[in-house]
């Protein structure tokens, strides 16, 4: 049996390739990006899974209690760009999967290259994520990550007596009239 073949044939029927956002204060566009690929199968067929993770050498298995199945799954974005993507550009998907893949993969790169912290890289990578499964669900649209990238707080010590405005309709004054914003901020000097 070839079995580079058959995984390939096995996930364009059975595998996922997505890209997930996550609010991240700590970071620098605010934003983590998670990439991941998986294959779903019920717990009786759970050998197949078992083939694949040996096969690439990498991910982990576990329950996925929204459809009681289990799922393997790879996340570390090294061995998605050493491992898995190298095996899809040699052994091809034939279903319009292969269009998700190939989004996925640009992603990857993007991620790997740690475009993913730049504001321009981010943009990048949500145009091609939003593009990707068309008929999944999506906690965060386009315009809700997009919208929080740039915010900059203006501060003019001449017009306000010093107070810090922010340009962010979210924003957000405590006791001390220190602003506080949902999105990483740019303080531009008096």
């Known amino acids: 049996m070839n079995l580079p073949s058959y995984i390939s044939g096995y996930v364009d029927g059975e595998g996922c390739f997505t890209v997930s956002f996550s609010p991240r204060r700590k970071l620098r566009t605010g934003w983590e990006v998670r990439p991941s690929f998986s294959v779903s199968q019920n717990a009786d067929r759970s050998e197949v899974l078992l083939a694949i993770k040996d096969y690439f050498g990498c991910g982990s298995i576990r329950p996925d209690r929204s459809d009681s199945t289990i799922k393997y799954e790879v996340r570390d974005i090294d061995d998605l760009i050493e491992k898995v993507i190298p095996h899809f550009e040699q052994y091809s998907l034939l279903s319009s999967k292969r269009k998700d893949y190939e ?38 649209a386009t315009e809700q990550i997009v919208e929080t990238l740039g915010v900059e707080v203006i501060v003019s010590a001449t017009s306000n007596g010093g107070i810090a405005r922010s340009s962010d309709p979210h924003e957000r004054h405590n006791d001390l009239g220190t602003v506080s914003t949902r999105g990483p901020a740019k303080l531009k000097d008096p």
Do not use: D, P, W, Y
């Open 103 to 140: 989004r996925f993969a640009s992603v990857c790169r993007l991620v790997h290259r740690k475009a993913h912290l730049t504001e321009t890289g981010l943009r990048e990578i949500v145009k091609l994520a939003m593009e990707m499964n068309a008929s999944g669900k999506r906690k965060f």
